[in-house]
């Protein structure tokens, strides 16, 4: 059993930056590749960026690449994701999550066991 709760978010103007955290409780949780989703109000959650277990690989879908880095502290059972350069379209409740198969790049939210609350993140124009 793994449970997230991610934190970080708020209200930023364009071109500054934010650091989403998602702290994870449980023994397994280094057992799990993560992904970040986002979803914005009126859209389906989209695939974000994803990170594997040992930290070691990461994704970034092409609209965030550059501007978002994925981190994780497997001691600390913590994911990061740095985001600079923010854009008005950022704006989403942001959502980590935990994938048991291991896989790094995964838009499919059913693959997910575990989510996290959510936290919003809103850039302003």
């Known amino acids: 059993q793994v449970q997230l709760v991610e934190s970080g978010g708020g209200l930023v103007q364009a071109g500054g930056s934010l650091r989403l955290s998602c702290a994870a409780s449980?023994?397994?949780?280094?057992?799990?590749?993560m992904g970040w989703f986002r979803q914005a109000p009126g859209k389906e959650r989209e695939f974000v960026a994803g990170i594997s277990w040992s930290g070691g690989v990461t994704y970034y879908v092409d609209s965030v690449k550059g501007r978002f880095t994925n981190s994780r502290d497997n001691a600390k059972n913590t994911v990061a994701l740095q985001m600079n350069s923010l854009k008005p379209e950022d704006t989403a409740v942001y959502y980590c999550?935990?994938?048991?198969?291991?896989?790094?790049?995964?838009?499919?939210?059913?693959?997910?066991?575990?989510w996290g609350q959510g936290t919003q993140v809103t850039v302003s124009s």
């Open positions: 999550a935990a994938d048991p198969g291991g896989r790094v790049y995964n838009a499919d939210v059913d693959d997910y066991d575990y």
């Open positions: 449980g023994r397994t949780f280094s057992r799990y590749a």
